[in-house]
């Protein structure tokens, strides 16, 4: 039987996003476990990476990890207006 190479993610990382300045995940075997208290951000990190990176999706619905429509990709760059007050503000998500 032939085993075929299936592309394993290695490392994720975010530069100016939401509440990361520099952030970098790196991955075991293709795998990664993200652990924190509730609200600490673990569903952003992973609603921001797979939908935007993957599938190119960054609708509403999509980056909210709730499914509302609430959340746009502009909160995630500049944050919450009554933590922070950015006009503007270039962030990075990669993979591989």
């Avoid at 530069?15 to 990664?32: H, P, S, T, V």
């Amino acid at each position: 039987m032939e085993k075929h190479n299936k592309w394993k993610m290695n490392r994720a990382g975010l530069l100016n996003f939401w509440y990361y300045d520099d952030e970098i995940f790196d991955f075991a075997d293709g795998k990664l476990l993200l652990r924190g208290s509730n609200g600490s951000g673990k569903s952003v990190t992973m609603q921001s990476l797979l939908p935007v990176l993957l599938d190119g999706k960054k609708s509403p619905d999509r980056l909210d990890p709730f499914g509302s429509r609430a959340r746009k990709m502009e909160d995630y760059l500049l944050g919450e207006k009554d933590i922070v007050d950015r006009d503007e503000r270039t962030g990075y998500l990669f993979i591989y």
